[in-house]
C-alpha cells in the first residue's frame, strides 16, 4: 500500500509540474490584442509623443450628425500648423488643420505671437459619427501624435 501512495504522489507532482509548464508557457506566450489606437497610429505612421498639447473649447453634431469641433493646438516642436483628428473605431478622421492666433493661448503658453500664428481651429468630420465617447488627437509635421483629448463625450448627444 506505502508503494502505491508513493506512485500517487509521484504521479500528482508530475501533473502539477506538467500545468505549471503549460501555464507558463501560455504566459510568456500571451500577446495582448491590439488596441483601437493602436491601430489607428500603425496604419498612419504615427509615433506617439507629447509633441502637440492644446484644448477643444466646443464640440457637438451638427444637424448631419458630422462632429463639429473648435479649439487650439500648438506643435510644441515645429511651431507649425497641426492636424486635428478624431478616432472613429480604428481610424483616424480628419477635423481641422490649425489656422490662425489666439491671444489667450499665445500668453498662456508664454510663446511669441510668431510661433503660436497657427493655433485655432474649427472643423467638422466628412461624415456623420455615433454618440460614442471620442479620442481627439493632434498631428504634427513630424507624424508625432499627442492625445488631446482622451475621452471626449458628445453633450446632449441622442443616437439616431
Keep these: 500500500m506505502q508503494g502505491m501512495t508513493i506512485i500517487v504522489r509521484a504521479f500528482a507532482g508530475l501533473a502539477v509540474l506538467t500545468l505549471s509548464f503549460v ?57 507649425n500648423p497641426v492636424s486635428v483628428q478624431v478616432l472613429v473605431g480604428t481610424k483616424f478622421e480628419p477635423i481641422a488643420i490649425t489656422n490662425g492666433a489666439r491671444e489667450d493661448v499665445t500668453r498662456a503658453l508664454q510663446e511669441s505671437p510668431e510661433r503660436t500664428k497657427n493655433v485655432a481651429f474649427t472643423g467638422r468630420t466628412d461624415r456623420p459619427v455615433d454618440c460614442g465617447s471620442y479620442t481627439i488627437v493632434g498631428v504634427n509635421h513630424r507624424n508625432h501624435m499627442s492625445i488631446l483629448v482622451p475621452s471626449l463625450d458628445l453633450p446632449g448627444c441622442r443616437p439616431y
Excluded at 37 to 57: F, I, R, S
Design 23 to 79: 501555464l507558463t508557457l501560455l504566459i510568456i506566450d500571451y500577446t495582448p490584442e491590439p488596441s483601437a489606437m493602436d491601430l489607428a497610429m500603425a496604419a498612419e505612421g504615427l509615433t506617439a509623443a507629447d509633441a502637440v498639447v492644446g484644448y477643444v473649447d466646443l464640440a457637438k453634431r451638427d444637424p448631419a450628425g458630422r462632429l463639429e469641433l473648435t479649439g487650439w493646438a500648438f506643435d510644441k516642436e515645429l511651431a
